[in-house]
């Protein structure tokens, strides 16, 4: 068995097995489209692969993607050093092929791969859907994982915050947004947060509803960006970034009545490190273990620490 990248006219092909898995809401054409689609926008383009674990024979056996984004480690002087971390999505067995270890050689491989080609490799982020378990197996530790959901409410979107944001203002509005103050962590790129509204884009033409107003707002030194889910009748907020309960409840009231006039049934927020004292503060807010996207990190080189922690913006999620 190895590991080989795959050509285009492979990743059509494992398109077309990975359907039942993450295409149900689609025509085959348009999972197809989808595809296409989200691998021609900009940070797919430069920083996506799609690997394969092959048998001797060439056929493939099971695949995933991994993109790499920026992630800041602090040495001992205190100083960032900024390195690769590889999100990996779409892990896939076909299902006659289940149950046999491919999909934990698959893992095994590619870390190792990602150590080796990449110098600069920090970290490898998953988001499981099947639990812990299986990615434990391969090194990667269970992130802490909650869930702050808000329910829609009328009003004017941009009543109480100083504006709303446009999905053009996406590094501007990145560059206002502070850091965590954490030994480890991972930050988006403009293009990276944009990957998450061409998905809400390509869903809102393929199941034809209209965009949210907006995708972002700004209150004082705070910030918040956000995209539609429509298959889960959600707006869901990508990054967050508020300096008190106050902001935080302006950035959701905008958010909350965005999301009420795209007739979405609520907002959801992911929790990161001191986030949970600010937002337990707006009213309504409810915080839920979340069901499934469980975010695992493996370590590529021993200096990173592994804390249930390590702050994980949706933004981040793959
Ligand atoms: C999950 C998946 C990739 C596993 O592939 P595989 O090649 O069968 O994996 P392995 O043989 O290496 O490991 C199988 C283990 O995964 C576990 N597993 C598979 N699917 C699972 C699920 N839905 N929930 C919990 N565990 C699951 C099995 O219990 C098994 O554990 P066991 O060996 O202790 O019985 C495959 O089932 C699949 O493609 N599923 C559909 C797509 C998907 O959900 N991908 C994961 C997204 S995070």
Redesign the pocket.
């Known amino acids: 068995m190895k590991l080989v990248l795959a050509s285009e006219s492979q990743k059509t092909e494992r398109d077309l097995v990975t359907h039942s ?1 993450w295409g149900v809401s689609l025509t085959v054409e348009g999972y197809l489209q989808r595809e296409r689609r989200l691998r021609a926008q900009r940070w797919a383009h430069a920083e996506m692969k799609t690997w394969l674990l092959c048998a001797d024979d060439g056929a493939a056996l ?1 695949s995933c993607e991994t993109f790499r984004m920026d992630s800041f480690l602090r040495a001992p002087d205190g100083a960032f050093a900024q390195g690769d971390s590889f999100g990996i999505a ?5 299902e006659r ?9 698959l893992m095994d491989l590619l870390a190792a791969e990602l150590e080796r080609i990449s110098p600069r490799a920090q970290s490898a982020l ?6 812990a ?2 990615y434990q197996r391969s090194g990667y530790r269970e992130l802490d994982a909650w869930d702050w959901s808000f329910a829609p409410e009328p009003g004017e979107p941009s009543e109480r915050v100083d504006r709303l944001l446009s999905e053009k203002e996406l590094g501007a509005a990145l560059a206002r947004m502070r850091h965590p103050e954490a030994p480890f962590f991972l930050w988006p790129t403009a293009d990276q947060v944009d990957w998450h509204i061409e998905r809400e884009r390509i869903y809102s033409e393929l199941i034809p509803r209209p965009r949210p107003e907006a995708n972002g707002a700004m209150a004082g030194e705070s910030t918040a960006l956000w995209y539609m889910m429509s298959r889960y009748s959600a707006l869901i907020v990508a990054m967050f970034d508020a300096r008190s309960a106050e902001d935080a409840t302006a950035l959701l009231s905008a958010a909350r009545r965005v999301a009420h006039r795209a007739g979405l049934s609520k907002v959801v927020v992911w929790e990161e490190p001191g986030m949970g004292s600010l937002l337990s503060q707006v009213p309504g807010a409810v915080r839920e273990a979340r069901d499934g996207s469980l975010p695992m990190l493996r370590p590529l080189r021993p200096e990173v620490p592994l804390s249930p922690a390590t702050p994980i913006p949706r933004a981040l999620w793959v």
Do not use: C, H, I, K
């Open positions: 898995a099971a779409s892990v896939f067995t076909e092929l289940r149950g046999r270890g491919y999909a934990t050689r998953l988001f499981s859907d099947v639990g378990p299986l």
